[in-house]
């Protein structure tokens, strides 16, 4: 027992990663439609669902982020649409920092150092944290793995946050409002 608590961030980043490799293939080819047929009927449960599909992305890193946005523009409307949305990055980015936070730098930087844009927006942009958590945001980044940086970092939890909900929206919100403007168009709203 012992030697499971010594190497906790060690058995967690592993364990991690065996998910993440047995579930990426299916994961990473899922589209809109796999989504929408299993999704609850009810609007109280298809929101508890996408968040909760928001909560796991940190940990599979292979859901991809514009398929759930018009997957939830098509289920809800508009407003409710990207209400969802938030409360969904606002979990996932969360949970992304605070595992960053918690398996630390030297973990995280092995991470890091596998995916090459990542690494060099990183690297060059290490001056105002505030600045460069919002500039990660606005670019196509990955969320979770960047997310982690700033968590491992030690970048307080409420600028990583505040950074984070004014740099995400702009390139979540015309997804969901894409998936809306299909049910529009299909005559569903």
């Given at each position: 027992m012992?030697?499971?608590?010594?190497?906790?961030?060690?058995?967690t980043v592993i364990l991690i990663l065996v998910v993440t490799l047995l579930l990426f293939p299916r994961l990473r080819t899922i589209t809109v439609d796999d989504i929408?047929?299993?999704?609850p009927s009810s609007p109280f449960l298809a929101a508890f669902s996408f968040i909760g599909l928001y909560c796991l992305r940190p940990v599979l890193m292979a859901i991809p982020n514009l398929v759930l946005c018009i997957a939830i523009g098509i289920i809800f409307p508009s407003l409710q649409g990207i209400l969802i949305s938030l409360i969904g990055?606002?979990?996932?980015?969360?949970i992304s920092y605070f595992i960053g936070w918690k398996l630390g730098a030297k973990e995280v930087t092995k991470l890091v150092e596998k995916n090459e844009k990542v690494r060099k927006f990183l690297s060059s942009n290490q001056n105002n944290n505030t600045v460069t958590c919002f500039l990660a945001r606005i670019t196509p980044l990955p969320i979770g793995l960047t997310s982690m940086f700033f968590g491992a970092a030690g970048m307080p939890w409420s600028k990583y946050i505040f950074a984070s909900v004014l740099g995400l929206p702009p390139k979540m919100i015309p997804y969901v409002l894409a998936g809306t403007a299909i049910c529009v168009s299909a005559g569903k709203f």
């Open positions: 012992r030697w499971l608590y010594s190497h906790r961030k060690q058995l929408i047929n299993y999704t990055i606002f979990c996932e980015t969360t």
